[in-house]
Nanobody
Framework: VEFVESGGGLVQAGESLRLSCVVS????????LAWFRRGVGEERDMVAN???????YYIDSAKGRFTASRDNAKKTIYLQMNSLKPEDTDLYFC?????????WGQGTQVTVTA
């Protein structure tokens, strides 16, 4: 299983980014996937998840600003991040949800300046 994240960058508060994650080694049609951020502790924090049929869940801080989507044919999931805030600054990853031990990718850095 492999996850390759991209799309991060340095933006100002209020701007947008679209993260992408190309997935391999997973049957996309049956797997819930999620976006995580590195957070403060050792465990990564789930930001949003998306089921195989497109249902989404967001943590409170992401609701109304972030939108998760997926293209199973392209084996890719996305996270549209709007109205970014400095507190969104972090290293973002994707992985299966719930996480069952698959290796993490390199992540993509999101940095938001005030």
């Amino acid at each position: 299983v492999e996850f390759v994240e991209s799309g991060g960058g340095l933006v100002q508060a209020g701007e947008s980014l679209r993260l992408s994650c190309v997935v391999s080694g997973i049957i996309m049609e049956i797997q819930t996937l999620a976006w995580f951020r590195r957070g403060v502790g050792e465990e990564r924090d789930m930001v949003a998840n998306i089921t195989a049929d497109g249902r989404t869940y967001y943590i409170d801080s992401a609701k109304g600003r972030f939108t998760a989507s997926r293209d199973n044919a392209k084996k890719t999931i996305y996270l549209q991040m709007n109205s970014l805030k400095p507190e969104d600054t972090d290293l973002y990853f994707c992985n299966a949800y719930p996480w069952t031990g698959a290796d993490w990718g390199q992540g993509t850095q999101v940095t938001v300046t005030a």
